[in-house]
């Protein structure tokens, strides 16, 4: 997978509004302090016209729908010249919003539900964007770059993915992620009849014998199963999703804005095709509907995730600790 994220455009490249004002908290209009937060789009001529053509065509969505995504320009950002990584940018404020006035509150919420599950996703796209911060953070101490002097590995790692909580919230947003791509292996294949860069690699990817592995599922059975015991409220999750692409202009990093954009449209396009509108279950005319951007953003995020997994098990397992 990151193989074919690192080399197909028809995954790397978004078109991302980096001028969008923040609507949620109050802001000086500053840019982040470190060079590493700015991200600049690609030439206009190394986008291929095809993704030009077809993101112009598929701009619609459902005004009820899960997912939201920016509506194309001219500038596209490539993700493989900004990979994700640590700028110095402190998010703390915009994640404080997103886990006390995005998520749902303790209080209205039981062991069970699907209420606690989508915090629970919440919080693993949170731990995936941790584990990318410190792959990033161990590098660069590593190389000895001045940006991350007094930073010591293990304490950033402690503080990052301190809990059983934090880590157990990254498997399980990975799965979801995982069996949203198994879903939506059919719709893949289409698109790979385009014969676009990349579509043969995407064919090899899918025809791995994984995506029949029955744990794949586990995440969105338990979602679904808590949706079908509650009342009639599973719009208050599509109403969410919705607004966490809206916070993410509240990111003063470009580079961070870029790629938290990316990961919360792969997020809300792996539940919209894994519960449907009502939350109960797969919606195949919902998948078949799809755009470019989303499966871009689907499979974008699962190779995060993924990395993010592979990365907390060598660091836990291999006692890979680096020093400060």
């Given at each position: 997978l990151?193989s074919?994220l690192?080399?197909s ?5 978004y078109s991302?509004?980096m001028?969008?004002s923040c609507e949620?908290?109050?802001?000086e ?8 937060c700015?991200?600049?789009p690609?030439?206009e001529d ?6 030009i053509?077809v ?8 005004l ?9 320009t001219?500038d ?5 010249d900004?990979?994700e990584?640590?700028?110095g940018y402190d998010?703390?404020?915009v994640?404080?919003?997103?886990h006390e006035?995005?998520?749902f509150k303790?209080?209205?919420f039981v062991c069970?539900?699907w209420r606690r599950?989508f ?5 693993g ?8 911060i410190?792959?990033s953070?161990e590098?660069?101490?590593?190389d000895g770059e001045?940006?991350?002097d007094?930073?010591?590995f ?12 934090h ?5 399980f ?7 949203a791509?198994r879903e ?5 294949l289409?698109?790979c009849d385009s014969?676009?860069?990349g ?9 791995q ?6 744990v794949i599922d586990?995440?969105a ?5 808590h949706g ?13 999703t919705?607004e966490?692409m ?8 470009n ?6 954009k990316i990961?919360v449209l792969g997020?809300?396009t792996?539940?919209q ?6 939350g109960t279950?797969v919606d195949?005319?919902?998948i078949?509907k799809?755009h470019?951007?989303e499966?871009a953003a689907?499979?974008t995020t699962?190779g995060?995730l993924?990395r993010a997994?592979?990365f907390y098990?060598?660091?836990?397992k291999?006692?890979g600790m680096?020093?400060?």
């Amino acid at each position: 997978l990151n193989s074919l994220l690192s080399s197909s455009p028809n995954f790397r490249l978004y078109s991302i509004d980096m001028l969008a004002s923040c609507e949620y908290l109050p802001q000086e209009l500053t840019e982040c302090v470190s060079e590493s937060c700015e991200v600049y789009p690609i030439d206009e001529d190394s986008v291929p016209p095809e993704v030009i053509k077809v993101d112009s065509r598929q701009y619609e969505f459902d005004l009820d729908g899960w997912a939201r995504w920016d509506m194309p320009t001219e500038d596209y950002y490539d993700t493989q010249d900004v990979p994700e990584s640590f700028t110095g940018y402190d998010g703390s404020v915009v994640w404080k919003f997103i886990h006390e006035k995005i998520a749902f509150k303790p209080s209205t919420f039981v062991c069970g539900s699907w209420r606690r599950d989508f915090n629970n996703a919440i919080s693993g796209l949170h731990s995936s964007i941790s584990c990318h911060i410190l792959m990033s953070i161990e590098e660069k101490l590593e190389d000895g770059e001045g940006d991350v002097d007094g930073l010591v590995f293990r304490e950033e790692f402690d503080r990052r993915l301190g809990t059983k909580e934090h880590v157990e919230n990254l498997y399980f947003t990975y799965l979801l992620l995982l069996g949203a791509v198994r879903e939506a292996r059919h719709r893949l294949l289409e698109d790979c009849d385009s014969n676009f860069d990349g579509a043969e690699d995407l064919k090899h990817l899918l025809s791995q014998p994984i995506w029949d592995e029955s744990v794949i599922d586990c995440a969105a059975e338990q979602m679904r199963k808590h949706g079908t015991k509650e009342d009639d409220t599973f719009w208050k999750a599509r109403m969410r999703t919705r607004e966490l692409m809206r916070i993410m202009n509240c990111v003063q990093c470009n580079k961070c804005r870029l790629h938290g954009k990316i990961g919360v449209l792969g997020l809300s396009t792996a539940l919209q095709i894994l519960l449907g509108k009502s939350g109960t279950g797969v919606d195949r005319q919902v998948i078949s509907k799809l755009h470019r951007v989303e499966l871009a953003a689907l499979l974008t995020t699962t190779g995060k995730l993924g990395r993010a997994v592979m990365f907390y098990e060598d660091r836990i397992k291999g006692g890979g600790m680096g020093g400060g």
